[in-house]
């Protein structure tokens, strides 16, 4: 992904010394162009086209910030609510994801959507360990996580 | 004997695209300055033969999928589409259209009709060009 970056950057720098006009327009057209090409040739490199994963990355910030709106309602409903019928508890998450930043990037969004919050990683990297603030069901909170953050995370670094 | 083309290959990645990009604004500047869609489909071609020098046949069929016999056809198609065009609007066969229009990022753009007839050449050229290429260099 870097180096297609690096790639498009440098064509982008190319056409603005081949039309001869410094102006960030020529580098836009270029890096446009550029886009085009490495799009074309999609196929040479290793990774897969890089605007692809921008995309994903795009589509993991929007997923984000609608969950945390959605979470921050369902907390001030519990926390509004008269009755102090709620059920915390903690439970094991197991993960897929294998990398270290993937983890990271994981367990961060699930402390920062209120409501669930990460305490441990196991040493094998293999499971989180969740409090949730509220869970009927611990293999439905689970499966919420595993269908959304952890899909999205995959997305991008396919 | 077997050699490593290893600095071939590695030099035809990046160059490659220098190529190609140099041939995209040869293709642009053809209205005011020497260039055009021949000399620009040529260089596309060009870039395209480097890439069958350094890897083989069946990499860059890989690499582009395309059938060039196609190539050609859609090429064609564009040419003769925009020579038809100008009958739809009551003028001699081949007239173009052409005026200036300000777009939103990239400013005051002189578009003419003429771009794309050149595109079809440019088409043709490239299709034409890798079609004798891939015939002579084929075994079967």
Do not use: C
Request: no cysteine; hydrophobic share 55%; charged share 15%.
């Amino acid at each position: 992904m870097a180096f297609q970056i690096l790639l498009n950057m440098f064509l982008g720098f190319t056409w603005m010394f081949l039309t001869a006009s410094y102006e960030p327009i020529a580098f836009l057209k270029g890096y446009f162009f550029g886009l085009l090409i490495i799009f074309a040739f999609r196929r040479f490199f290793p990774s897969r086209f890089y605007l692809l994963r921008v995309f994903a990355i795009i589509s993991l910030i929007l997923l984000f910030l609608k969950e945390l709106v959605l979470s921050n309602v369902a907390v001030v409903k519990s926390v509004l609510k008269p009755k102090l019928d709620m059920k915390p508890g903690i439970f094991a998450l197991p993960t897929v994801l294998e990398r270290d930043w993937e983890i990271t990037t994981l367990a961060n969004l699930i402390t920062l959507t209120p409501g669930t919050l990460v305490i441990d990683v196991s040493d094998d990297k293999k499971i989180l360990y969740v409090h949730a603030m509220d869970i009927e069901d611990a293999n439905e909170a689970i499966d919420s996580i595993k269908n959304t953050f952890e899909k999205a995370i995959l997305e991008v670094s396919k | 004997m077997k050699t490593n083309d290893l600095i071939l290959q590695t030099a035809t990645k990046i160059v490659l695209f220098i190529i190609v990009l140099f041939s995209i604004y040869i293709f642009f500047a053809g209205h005011y300055t020497p260039g055009g869609g021949f000399v620009g489909g040529l260089l596309t071609a060009g870039a395209i033969i480097l890439l069958l020098l350094a890897f083989d046949m069946k990499t860059v069929a890989k690499i582009l999928p395309i059938n060039y016999m196609t190539m050609t056809a859609v090429g064609l198609l564009f040419a003769i589409g925009t020579a038809a065009g100008a009958l739809l609007f009551n003028v001699p066969f081949l007239t173009h259209a052409f005026g200036d229009v300000h777009l939103p990022i990239l400013g005051e753009m002189a578009l003419h009709t003429a771009t794309i007839f050149d595109l079809g050449v440019f088409l043709v050229v490239v299709g034409v060009t890798m079609t004798i290429i891939q015939t002579i260099g084929g075994d079967e």
